[in-house]
């Protein structure tokens, strides 16, 4: 395969640099809608677990997507359409921004009954989320357990189980994608094309094909917060599908004034850096570097992915690792990540591909 100075330079980078990071990594980029660096370096894989990125892939997009249908609005409260939710003044926006006080996490798998059918571990998962308090930070707090609510809410946005919501999703913004949930963490996919993440403890195996994350895996593998496999390919559709409707040109989904009213930064600063769903640069320690503009928009995953567009730049920079093998508490991919970024930007600006 012929590489250009841009991808010679960032694998010869790469390969100093991932020995105790993760076994594998690929990297695609785009500037202006085109291709600048298509790289996989180590051990990689067709498909990953792509983690925290379901939240803007399926989460975000299907809320979007509902608001632009006349569903809710930005002063819905979530108990509109959940009245068993007790927080009665809680916005769905504050569930999008993490600043509706609910916890960052809760070990819900713990406590549901996997030879029970899926709906009725559904029921389990709402009675658990139902008598969570509420604690009130100045800042925003990231939370799995805000994201798994507004899977509730999609349910009941377009009358449907969360999986035919995704099918639904998948048909309008993502039709020939390879993106794909693992219905009760099983695939008809050969399993050796997927990354393999972590010798998981409670499930006894090394995870290959079956969703990560325990609170996903204890709902079958559907969810809003995880869930999602994909292809390198398939993130890097996304990104452009993202820049499409950033750029108006994208008119059989999202309005343009829609899409950037949910890419908008929503919180004063200090209080935390989030756009409707989308992760935006913390300034000094931004996971998408030192150059991507504030008014990037994008997300990570716990397994060592990332999705980040600077619209100011217009590029996109998408990350898929197995960063997780190496082990959970396993730091060193976070500090690897925003160099990859920030190589590319370097690259491409002493290149100009």
Same mark, same amino acid.
């Given at each position: 395969m012929?590489y250009s ?6 694998? @010869?980078?790469l ?14 980029a785009?500037?202006? +809608?085109?291709i600048? =660096?298509?790289?996989a370096v ?6 990953y677990d !792509?983690?925290s990125?379901?939240k803007?892939i399926f989460?975000?997009q299907?809320?979007? #997507?509902?608001f ?8 819905t409260?979530?108990?509109? &359409?959940l009245?068993?939710f007790q $927080?009665? *003044?809680?916005?769905?926006?504050e569930?999008? @921004? $993490? @600043?509706? %006080?609910l916890? #960052? ?6 406590e549901?009954?996997?030879?029970l059918p899926? *709906?009725?571990r559904?029921?389990q ?5 139902q008598n969570?308090?509420l604690?009130?930070q100045e ?5 799995d357990?805000g994201?798994?609510?507004v899977?509730f809410?999609?349910?009941?946005? !377009? ?7 995704w099918?639904?999703?998948?048909n309008?913004f993502?039709?020939?994608t ?7 963490n099983?695939t @008809?996919?050969?399993?050796?094309l997927f990354?393999?993440t972590?010798? =998981?403890?409670?499930?006894?195996k090394?995870?290959? %094909?079956?969703?990560h *994350?325990?609170? =996903? #895996?204890?709902m +079958? /593998?559907?969810?809003t $917060?995880? %869930?999602?496999f /994909?292809s ?7 990104s452009? $599908? ?5 750029m108006g040109i994208?008119?059989?989904s999202?309005?343009?004034k ?11 600063e200090?209080?935390?850096?989030w ?6 640069p913390t300034?000094g ?9 504030l008014?990037?928009?994008g997300h990570? /995953? &716990?397994? /060592?992915t990332?999705?980040?567009y600077?619209?100011?730049m217009d590029?996109?920079? =998408? ?6 093998l190496? %082990?959970s ?6 500090k690897?990540r925003p160099e990859?970024?920030? #190589?590319?930007v370097?690259?491409y ?5």
């Open positions: 012929k100075v841009l991808e010679k330079n960032l694998i @010869t980078q390969e100093d640099r991932i020995r105790d990071t993760t076994p594998g990594v690929m990297v695609r785009y500037q202006s +809608g085109k600048i =660096c298509d790289i180590g051990n990689t894989y067709a498909y !792509f983690a990125l379901t803007i989460a975000q299907a809320m979007m #997507w509902a632009e249908l006349g569903k809710w609005t930005f002063d409260k979530v108990s509109d &359409f009245p068993w $927080h009665k *003044d809680t916005k769905i926006t569930l999008l @921004t $993490h @600043t509706s %006080g916890a #960052w996490w809760m070990p819900f798998y713990q549901m009954n996997m030879s899926l *709906d009725q559904r029921e998962l709402r009675g658990l989320i969570l308090k604690e009130k800042q925003a707090v990231y939370s357990v994201i798994i609510v899977g809410i999609l349910e009941k946005l !377009f009358d449907k189980p969360l999986l035919d919501v099918t639904e999703v998948k309008k993502y039709l020939g390879t993106l794909e949930f693992h219905p009760e099983q @008809t996919t050969k399993l050796s990354a393999p972590e010798e =998981c403890p409670v499930r006894k090394l995870v290959q %094909g079956e969703v *994350d325990l609170n =996903c #895996w204890s +079958g /593998g559907v969810s $917060h995880a %869930g999602l /994909g390198i390919d398939d993130l890097g559709w996304y452009l $599908h993202l820049r499409s409707q950033l994208a008119r059989y999202i309005r343009q829609t899409a950037q009213l949910f890419a908008r930064r929503a919180l004063p200090g209080r935390g850096d756009a409707m769903g989308y992760m935006m300034p320690s931004a996971s998408c570097g030192s150059y991507f503009s008014e990037s928009i990570t /995953g &716990f397994t /060592g990332s999705m980040w600077d619209p100011k590029m996109s920079i =998408c990350i898929l690792s197995n960063r997780v190496y %082990g508490d396993n730091k060193a991919f976070s690897l990859i970024h920030n #190589w590319i370097e690259n600006r002493r290149s100009g591909v």
